[in-house]
């Protein structure tokens, strides 16, 4: 079984400063002269850990991580008031490309996860010519029909206990609504102990329901009151726009990445974002290898998932 490499520091940090006045943190490790890779991280709102750079060997890529607008170290955080009209897929597409070039990279592998999935695949459509390979882990296409499953209720079939927790701070005469509109309002509220409340209820529902097993530490630290406003608040917002991107869009455009080598990593008992979703990529994109984790869910640390990915960012290298 294959397992994270060791833990490394970044050899270079910055913030690239874009013409609306965002500064995205990013940062490089691994081999200044290696093959080079972004890491997508989740979300949206989620932000880059250190361990994130621990997917690829340190000999063999140079190793980029961001933090998307909003979140983590970039500037204006969400918790701080920053201004979500600036904050789109096109936003972050752009960001990515901006980095590119200040990085003097001409292409680099892609690798994202959830979200980052999303916005791997939503790039690599816009920038074909600019993605090495594709290394995808739990598949999110931002169809209604996924949101609806994990925010409407049909997950809480799974999960009765943590639904009603999810259920606390809405109204009880706002239950039968669509919740992603309910949370909007309470997330915006201009009472912050509301929107704080909001916020760690949202977060700490997908914290509890990520992986096949339970791990309290990860539920926990998401209640962080200013993590859960930015990974809450961006979520919400790019759920109430479905992402910014036409229903279907993900997969109608595939053709665009037919030719870019793609393998696709996700968990059988993936609830937050389920295996329908990886399968529908697949049967898009033939060329690509899809394989299914039988026993792990939607967590990038989850041992057969990590497995994997580290297998495949090797045989990439």
């Known amino acids: 079984m294959r397992t994270l490499y060791p833990a490394i520091e970044p050899y270079e940090t910055g913030f690239l400063t874009t013409a609306d006045g965002q500064e995205i943190y990013w940062e490089t490790s691994g081999n200044p002269d290696g093959k080079p ?7 949206p709102g989620a932000g880059s850990a250190p361990w994130h750079r621990q997917f690829f060997d340190p000999a063999a890529y140079r190793i980029v991580l961001l933090d998307q607008r909003g979140c983590g170290r970039s500037r204006p955080h969400v918790a ?19 980095l590119r070039e200040l990085l003097g990279i001409d292409q680099w592998q892609v690798f994202g996860g959830s979200w980052g999935s ?14 090495t390979e594709l290394v995808l882990r739990g598949i999110f296409l931002l169809r209604r029909a996924e949101l609806d499953w994990f925010y409407n209720g049909q997950t809480g079939w799974a999960f009765p206990d943590l639904w009603e927790q999810f259920l606390a701070p809405v109204p009880p005469a706002d239950r039968e609504r669509d919740l992603i509109e309910v949370y909007r309002e309470l997330l915006n509220s201009n009472d912050r102990a509301v929107a704080e409340a909001a916020a760690i209820a949202w977060t700490t529902w997908e914290a509890a329901t990520l992986s096949l097993l339970p791990d309290e530490e990860r539920v926990r630290s998401s209640a962080d009151p200013r993590y859960a406003l930015a990974f809450a608040g961006l979520e919400n917002h790019y759920f109430c726009h479905a992402g910014f991107l036409r229903e279907g869009q993900l997969l109608d455009e595939a053709s665009k990445i037919e030719d870019i080598p793609t393998v696709i990593v996700h968990g059988r008992y993936d ?38 990915l580290v297998e495949t960012t090797d045989r990439f290298r």
């Open 37 to 43: 890779v972004v890491f997508l991280h989740g979300g």
């Open 80 to 98: 701080d008031g920053a201004d979500l009209s600036l904050n789109t897929t096109d936003h972050l597409i752009d960001d990515l490309e901006a």
């Open 118 to 131: 999303t916005l791997s695949l939503a790039y690599a459509q816009r920038h074909p010519n600019r993605v």
């Open 271 to 308: 609830l937050v974002c389920p295996a329908r979703n990886a399968w529908d990529l697949h049967k898009v994109l033939p060329n690509s290898t899809l394989i299914i984790v039988e026993d792990a869910g939607h967590a990038a640390s989850e041992p057969g998932i990590v497995h994997h």
